[in-house]
């Protein structure tokens, strides 16, 4: 016995301290002998926050004087699973969990698992892309998907990092067979990838439920769901779609009331959810001209504008009869003209008329300065939308809307913006420097656009904003130095910025949440939504169709 | 021809005489023995016998009946008590000739009892056989702590809970009675653990707590950190066989075994139905949460210990609710409470039968007289044969060598019950928390020799090859052989070794239990001036209208497919 403890101690030297993921699975001799392998230490998931909705912790019935006292047992994707504290998992099909069996072991005392089924094992890299790996393959081998009629040859990268698209197809797929010179070398059944790829990146993440995929039932909370709750309709929705539908149903509700305050990740996968949907929107836009051509099928075949942006966002509410919140947060808007609100109420059947035309033809003059990166014509961009060109990444818009609000508000608002404004002839180029910088990180960490794009979408933003201040009187004394790139800053819109990232703000949240701060005061009166639940979504309103009222 | 004729009256004359003797004198003796018994009758009638408080007319209340001896069977009845057999050294040679041996055929008693259709093997230890109880006494030699006199468990990792104790005990009994150690080290070994039991900190102040740390006493949780988790009313049980045992095997040692078990508070252990409760604590309220614990096989073993000590587990010790499933044309028994409902599984195997086979005779706690080939426990007895039989059964029919318990496997999952019939399916082996792992189905060590000592069969011949040899010179026992030929089980435990040394010394002195020897007991006495066992439920000394029943259950005649 003493060998046994001695090769668990160096094991637990070698293991060291909580370990990030690492590809290499670890091997039989890796975990403990005896019952050192209920040390607490080992213990790396809480088995009382459920994997899955109707999942339940039980208790061991033990007779011996050590083991896990608790486990978690449910099903999820159509396999039941069963976990200990130390990671150790089984997957099946059968509730018995005896045949097709996934076995998820963990190297102790760290987060490092991998699953295996037959001659397939699946972790995480590094990176935390998942990884498939078939035993004894060769680079020559032939991979194919079965299931048991059809089959489906797969490239040969298959057996190693899995893209997003790869795994899809893994997931759906029944049986994955390695061949070489046509016959089969190995044979692995895939019943169960989805859910134990959830469980393999859940463990990386110590149970946060945002890894998990999006429509994965995750129960309402980590502490253990009330009496009912699990039975409940709200709490197989994933987190955005929870908070999707509660957004809804307060905008049904009249008079509306506040909405429950969202977590930090809640609200991160909301906006990540929106600014998806509006790319997808805006890179429609970009067809809208030509119906069928690169539209999303998804999409109904009418040109886009600004109007059919509004109904595009709210398709997915308004099949069930309730407005969208981006319905509700533009008629919100504090500063809509009679043009604005009958913009919003446009539907898409109406949408082609009026000011539509006006913005496409505005877009089409956007599309050519930025096809030819010249410095923009004041007068060319009045009341322009921030429309990604072709070639401009989706979510372009977005930002290029952030930048016109920033000029708009900084310079129609009131306190602390503008107290700074009027110091704006001791304007320090390294605040407004930072504060691009922020701006720019934004669009390549967030948004993902390469470091080209974003400076060529910021100057767009910047122009917009110089045309705007141009075009109003009130701003017409706010020309300041000009910016490498050819157009103007403006030093009230950077004050604005800066004083929102320094008052309430932190530098890590959106430009869009910053900006709101320097809105006035009148402006930032929402009726109904908190402001920083979709203030991104306003302002792209503002920004986007603004102008074009204005028109 | 008239001598003849003479002779003839000359005869008939002296019968005639005789016949007239013969009826006065019955007729003489009837007269004084009727007056006689009129007169009897007369006079009972009119005698007064007095009854003197605390005599034997007295009928005492219970909580007065402390200083008088529980009865048993040979106090009652008046037969020969059961006494303990002389260590194997002090044997004469020609001690196993006198053995009795059954004169009632197989089958019920017209008091319930059984008489199995199986002899036990009964004689002196070859050398194989001394070597595996060298072998498994070797182990407590090497994990026993030296500050607490506990033994570990598993090998060296330092736990242990009251189970596990009752089997180390079970293994310094059979190493002294098989003379592998003499009585000084005995008696330094066992009052030095004692001693250290006394002074374990109870979990909350009722019961000893799970699991206990080797080295320190310490209570601790499943990962051996400081803690408590509840008491084991089923552990509690089988130490407290073993508490008997020691006392009635060793009078010298009965106070210090009184003073242990009278610390205990026992009235959430046994409730007034008779059923056992065992402890845990909730997770969220840190409450304690009480609940039923047993199921058919172990329940009724841990049953008859309570019961040992005057408890009343009435309703623990009947086999209701049970059901049988068919496997190889045998009706196995299994508890019939649903897992599903009672979130407990009802696992069958050999483990608990043997263990009231070699340590109780199958016999019924207040039983201390009966002979070895009749158990007064009848239906446990029947069952246990089944549970021999269906193994034996499927060793014929597919060649699985078969001797099924709950045993330690070497890494995940760590521990396995391998059942003869759980969750639905015959020779089911899951994990604790339920996975169904064939891989870890073994012949386990201890089912084997405990098969081996209680059925003298061809079998149990094949068994006793295959596990007699299955030991590591410096650490015992293995646990067992894997049945799909993964080699031995390689790890060692306390239980395992202690069930073999158990079943060896079965061999050579028969069913361990022996009659108890003294009178009043300290166990019954103490307190009686206090409330104290009236709040930790201490019995009285149990009379014979509060003998747990002796019953029976319907026999398989013919096999079942």
Redesign the interface.
């Known amino acids: 016995?003493?060998h046994?403890?001695a090769t668990t101690a160096v094991l637990a030297a070698l293991a060291g301290p909580l370990s990030a993921q690492t590809d290499t699975p670890p091997t039989?001799g890796d975990?403990p002998?005896?019952?050192?392998?209920?040390?607490?230490e080992n213990?790396i998931l809480n088995t009382?926050i459920p994997f899955a909705v109707g999942a339940r912790e039980?208790?061991?019935?033990?007779?011996?004087?050590?083991?896990?006292?608790?486990?978690q047992?449910g099903l999820a994707q159509g396999v039941y699973f069963?976990f200990?504290p130390d990671g150790?998992a089984?997957f099946s099909p059968s509730p018995?969990?005896?045949t097709d069996v996934f076995e998820v072991?963990c190297r102790p005392r760290t987060y490092s698992c991998h699953a295996r089924k037959g001659p397939l094992t699946m972790l995480l890299s590094d990176t935390g892309r998942l990884t498939l790996r078939v035993e004894n393959a060769e680079p020559t081998d032939i991979y194919v998907l079965s299931d048991g009629l059809t089959e489906l040859e797969v490239p040969a990268r298959v057996n190693g990092e899995l893209d997003t698209q790869m795994e899809a197809l893994l997931a759906s797929g029944t049986t994955l067979m390695a061949r070489r010179n046509g016959d089969v070398v190995a044979r692995g059944s895939l019943t169960g990838f989805s859910a134990v790829a959830a469980y393999l990146r859940w463990i990386a993440a110590r149970q946060d439920y945002t890894v998990l995929p999006r429509d994965w039932p995750v129960p309402n909370g980590p502490s253990?769901p009330a009496n009912g709750a699990v039975t409940a309709v709200q709490g197989w929705a994933a987190p955005a779609e929870r908070q999707l539908s509660a957004q809804a149903a307060a905008a049904n509700a009249a008079p509306p009331t506040p909405e429950m305050p969202a977590t930090g990740t809640d609200e991160l996968a909301t906006l990540k959810a929106e600014v998806a949907l509006l790319r997808d929107l805006l890179v429609a836009g970009n067809f809208g001209g030509n119906p069928g051509a690169g539209t999303p099928s998804a999409l109904p075949p009418t040109p886009v504008t600004p109007a059919t942006l509004a109904n595009g966002l709210s398709a997915t509410p308004q099949t069930s009869g309730t407005p969208s919140q981006l319905t509700q947060m533009a008629a919100a808007m504090p500063g809509a003209t009679m043009t604005g609100a009958q913009t919003m109420t446009h539907t898409a059947a109406g949408a082609a008329a009026g000011p539509a035309d006006t913005i496409l033809a505005e877009l089409e003059a956007l599309r050519a300065e930025l096809a030819g990166e010249t410095p923009m014509n004041g007068g060319a961009m009045t009341g322009t939308m921030g429309m990604a060109s072709p070639s401009t990444p989706p979510g372009t818009a977005t930002l290029a809307a952030s930048g016109q609000s920033m000029s708009e508000y900084g310079a129609g608002g009131s306190g602390a913006g503008l107290d700074m404004g009027g110091t704006s002839g001791a304007l320090d180029r390294r605040m407004a420097a930072a504060a691009e910088v922020a701006h720019l990180q934004y669009l390549t960490s967030e948004m993902g656009f390469d470091g080209r794009t974003a400076i060529m979408i910021l100057q767009l933003a910047h122009q917009t904003a110089g045309h705007d201040a141009m075009a109003d009187p009130a701003h017409g004394a706010a020309t300041s130095p000009s910016w490498p790139g050819g157009s103007t800053i403006l030093p009230e819109q950077l004050l604005a910025e800066l004083a929102a990232a320094t008052t309430s703000v932190p530098m890590t949240a959106t430009p869009a949440l910053q900006m709101d701060s320097a809105m006035p005061a009148a402006q930032m009166a929402q009726p109904a939504e908190p402001a920083s639940e979709y203030q991104l979504l306003t302002d792209y309103f503002r920004s986007e169709i603004m102008p074009a009222m204005q028109n | 021809m008239t001598d003849r004729t003479e002779r003839k009256r000359s005869s008939f004359a002296t019968a005639l005489g005789l016949f007239a003797a013969a009826a006065v004198v019955v007729s003489g003796g009837a007269w004084s023995i009727a007056s006689a018994a009129r007169g009897v009758f007369l006079m009972q009638e009119e005698e007064v016998i007095p009854v003197i408080a605390g005599g034997d007319l007295d009928r005492l209340p219970a909580l007065m009946r402390g200083n008088r001896p529980a009865d048993t069977t040979s106090n009652t009845m008046g037969e020969p008590a059961r006494l303990k057999p002389p260590r194997m050294c002090e044997m004469p040679t020609d001690y196993f000739d006198g053995l009795s041996t059954a004169t009632l055929p197989a089958g019920y008693t017209q008091r319930n009892g059984y008489v199995r259709p199986f002899q036990p093997r009964r004689g002196f230890l070859n050398e194989r056989e001394l070597r595996a109880a060298k072998v498994a006494w070797h182990y407590f030699e090497k994990f026993t702590q030296e500050d607490t006199g506990l033994a570990n468990s598993v090998g060296n990792y330092p736990s242990t809970t009251l189970w596990d104790t009752a089997s180390y005990i079970a293994g310094l009994v059979a190493a002294y009675e098989l003379c592998l150690i003499e009585k000084p080290e005995f008696d330094s070994r066992v009052i030095r653990l004692l001693t250290t039991i006394k002074g374990l900190e109870l979990f909350r102040r009722e019961l000893p707590n799970k699991v206990y740390h080797t080295q320190t006493g310490a209570k601790v949780d499943y990962t051996n950190k400081p803690g408590e988790i509840g008491f084991s009313a089923l552990d509690i049980g089988r130490f407290l066989v073993w508490m008997r045992i020691l006392k009635n095997r060793y009078p010298y040692l009965g106070n210090t075994i009184d003073s242990v078990l009278l610390k205990w508070d026992y009235s959430n252990a046994v409730d007034s139905e008779g059923v056992l409760w065992g402890a845990y604590v909730d997770k969220e309220s840190g409450e304690t949460v009480y609940a039923q614990e047993g199921r058919l096989g172990y329940e009724e073993y841990a049953a008859k210990g309570f019961a040992l000590w005057g408890f009343d587990p009435v309703l623990a010790h009947r086999a209701e609710p049970f059901l049988t499933a068919s496997i190889y044309g045998v009706q196995v028994p299994y508890d019939g409470r649903d897992p599903r409902i009672f979130h407990s599984q009802n696992y069958v195997v050999t483990e608990s039968y043997l263990q009231d086979g070699l340590e109780l005779g199958f016999d019924m706690p207040y039983d201390d007289s009966s002979p070895e080939w009749l158990h007064s426990d009848g239906w446990r007895a029947e069952f246990a044969d089944r549970i021999y039989q269906v193994q034996e059964n499927r060793w014929r029919r597919t060649g699985f060598m078969t001797a099924r318990s709950e045993h330690n496997v070497k890494g995940p999952p760590y521990f396995t019950y391998d059942t003869i019939f759980s969750d639905g399916y015959p020779w089911n082996t899951v994990t604790p928390r339920g996975d169904y792992v064939p891989d870890h189905a073994a012949v386990s060590a201890k089912a084997a020799l405990g098969l081996w000592a209680l059925w003298d069969t061809e079998y149990t011949d094949a068994l006793y090859d295959a596990i007699i040899e299955l030991y590591d010179p410096e650490n015992g026992m293995y646990e067992g052989l894997y049945e799909k030929g993964q080699g031995r089980v390689e790890i060692f435990t306390a239980n395992n070794n202690g069930i073999i040394l158990t079943s060896l010394l079965h061999k050579v002195q028969g069913t361990i239990l022996t009659a108890y020897t003294g009178e009043t007991e300290v166990w019954y006495t103490a307190f009686r001036d206090q409330d104290v066992r009236e709040r930790r439920n201490l019995p009285d000394p149990p009379i014979e209208q509060d003998w747990l029943p002796a019953l029976r259950h319907s026999v398989q005649t013919e096999a079942d497919y």
């Open positions: 016995m003493k046994l403890l039989p975990r002998a005896g019952a050192e392998a209920f040390a607490p213990a009382a039980a208790q061991q019935s033990l007779r011996g004087a050590f083991g896990w006292a608790t486990f047992e069963r200990d150790y089984r018995r969990l005896d072991l253990a």
